[in-house]
Structure formats: structure tokens, C-alpha cells
């Protein structure tokens, strides 16, 4: 009976092990769950597709990995605002609390909480950012 039961657990582990690793924004390049990887980074040209039309319960945290030159660091001395992309595509906003010595022109990954404010801006808060 034991055993029965060990392997049943065993099972359960592996099913929602290779649930966790499934794509859950299958088309939208850098949307992740919560604290996870997504299987690919989204870079400046894939952003409009990837918000375009998404509309996540707001209950629902969505993580964004995004890569792309710097166009903007700025403070309020007390959080680091650090803007990846251009317009007219999409914009990214990263709020974190070090610029890390990044300056604009640097290329940079960042990741965090999404909030899609329109389809030219989104906000990741909170947010790490990191050379490429």
C-alpha cells in the first residue's frame, strides 16, 4: 500500500514539474509566470506583439524578460527609472533601485512585474536590470 502511494507521489512530482516548464503565453516572446524564465527574451521589435491584446486577470502576476538598448536613465533618489526601446514601438520602464553604472546606448536585459499601461508603454515593477 506504501508503495502504492510513493509512487503516486512520485508521479504527481513529475506532472506538475513539466506543467511548471510549459510556455503559459504560447506567441508572446518574454512573458513568464511569476519568478520564472520564459523560453525566450523578448526584444524591442517582438514588444507589440507580445501586449498586443493581452489582458491578464489582475490578480494574475506576468513577468516580462526584455532586452534592448537603454534610452533613458533617471532618480528620484530613491528608485532608478531605466527605459529600454523606442518609440514608435514599444517602451519598457524599469523601476528598480541601482542603475548599476548602466548609462543610455547600453544594452540591457530586464525582468520583472508587467503592467501594460498602452500598446507604446509598459512598466515593470519591480524590476532587475543587467548587461547583456
Known amino acids: 500500500m506504501l508503495k502504492g502511494h510513493a509512487l503516486f507521489a512520485v508521479a504527481l512530482v513529475f ?3 513539466a506543467a ?3 510556455n503559459p503565453y504560447p506567441g508572446r516572446p518574454g512573458l513568464a509566470y511569476p519568478e520564472a524564465t520564459p523560453e525566450e ?9 507580445t501586449v498586443s491584446g493581452f489582458n491578464p ?6 513577468d516580462l524578460w526584455a532586452s534592448g538598448p537603454i534610452t ?4 528620484d533618489k530613491v528608485l532608478w527609472y531605466v527605459a529600454i526601446c523606442a518609440l514608435p514601438g514599444a517602451r519598457v520602464l524599469c523601476v528598480t533601485y541601482s542603475e548599476n ?3 543610455v546606448g547600453d544594452m540591457v536585459t530586464v525582468r520583472g512585474a508587467m503592467r501594460v499601461q498602452d500598446a507604446h508603454h509598459i512598466v515593470l515593477d ?3 536590470a543587467s548587461r547583456d
Not at 526584444?43 to 507589440?48: G, K, M, W, Y
Open 15 to 17: 506532472a506538475s514539474t
Open 72 to 75: 533613458m536613465v533617471e532618480t
Open 57 to 62: 486577470p489582475v490578480e494574475e502576476r506576468v
Open 20 to 22: 511548471a516548464q510549459e
Open 126 to 128: 519591480p524590476c532587475l
Open 41 to 49: 527574451t523578448a526584444n524591442c521589435s517582438d514588444l507589440e506583439k
Open 101 to 103: 553604472g548602466m548609462k
